[in-house]
């Protein structure tokens, strides 16, 4: 039941419709609004390696961590079939160590709200820091409370022609701001679950932290916008750069 476990091979055709290129476009524009030109990226918390691949087919310099084995087996399995040298290793982003430092790390698609301990990434910030040249680029996004409330993950796809049929029903405490996905999927005649657990950290929170892991000129966006955050914002983006 745990997450990213059993869907990892069928990440990618579960996030076909996912808006990838307009997203490296969009993290694009916040580097350059940070003023960087940035060649070596950290991807933390990389998935399937969707956006890595993406950013070193521009040329850039990519490595990926992710806590789960399976997707970073799926990572691997791609890169090398697309002659891609993308360095991919398992690990979690609140203890990670890979050795080298970048001008860049992101994480996108909500993963840093999947580290629910607010403790844990704070720790997360920190390792980031640590893998960051001075005067690097940290930008990630996060869903807020205001999307978990609005029934963001109660979705479905149960369509025929559907190669990955899907069930999901959040259950959010607005007391804790976390919330326990139920999701359910149909795939090649078999069927699994899987629990997701996701936490809204607040805006102060997350100020907090990055100031305290030695960020600055920190930024937060209503996704895909330059605008400040909005209310009704269902995603923010950050930005920041290492001191
Ligand atoms: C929604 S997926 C997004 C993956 C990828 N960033 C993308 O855009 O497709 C969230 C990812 O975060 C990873 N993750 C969750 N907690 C983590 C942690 N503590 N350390 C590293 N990765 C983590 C999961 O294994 C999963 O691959």
Redesign the pocket.
């Known amino acids: 039941m745990a997450?990213?476990g059993p869907i990892a091979p069928h990440y990618d055709s579960l996030?076909s419709l996912v808006p990838?290129k307009m997203w490296a476009s969009y993290y694009q524009l916040l580097l350059a609004h940070q003023d960087l030109r940035p060649r070596r990226l950290l991807?933390?918390?990389?998935?399937?390696g969707?956006?890595a691949e993406q950013f070193a087919r521009e040329g850039y310099t990519l490595a990926g961590?992710?806590?789960?084995a399976p997707?970073i087996e799926e990572a691997r399995r791609k890169a090398e079939r697309h002659h891609l040298a993308i360095r991919y290793e398992v690990?979690?982003?609140?203890t990670f160590d890979l050795g080298e430092r970048f001008d860049a790390a992101y994480?996108?698609?909500?993963?840093l709200n999947?580290?629910v301990d607010p403790t844990?990434l704070a720790e997360?910030m920190h390792r980031v820091a640590e893998h960051l040249t001075p005067g690097g680029s940290w930008i990630f996004d996060l869903n807020t409370a205001y999307a978990f409330e609005t029934k963001m993950f109660d979705q479905q796809d149960t369509r025929n022609k559907t190669a990955v049929k899907y069930n999901w029903v959040g259950d959010y405490n607005a007391e804790t701001r976390v919330i326990e996905v139920a999701m359910e999927f149909w795939v090649d005649g078999g069927h699994f679950r899987e629990i997701h657990v996701q936490r809204a950290h607040s805006h102060d929170e997350i100020v907090e932290m990055l100031e305290d892991a030695g960020f600055g000129a920190i930024r937060a966006y209503s996704s895909y916008t330059l605008d400040p955050p909005r209310k009704k914002a269902d995603r923010l983006h950050y930005t920041a750069i290492r001191i």
């Open positions: 997450s990213f996030m990838y991807d933390v918390c990389c998935g399937t969707i956006l961590i992710d806590l789960s997707m690990a979690d982003a609140a994480s996108f698609f909500d993963s999947y580290i844990q997360a």
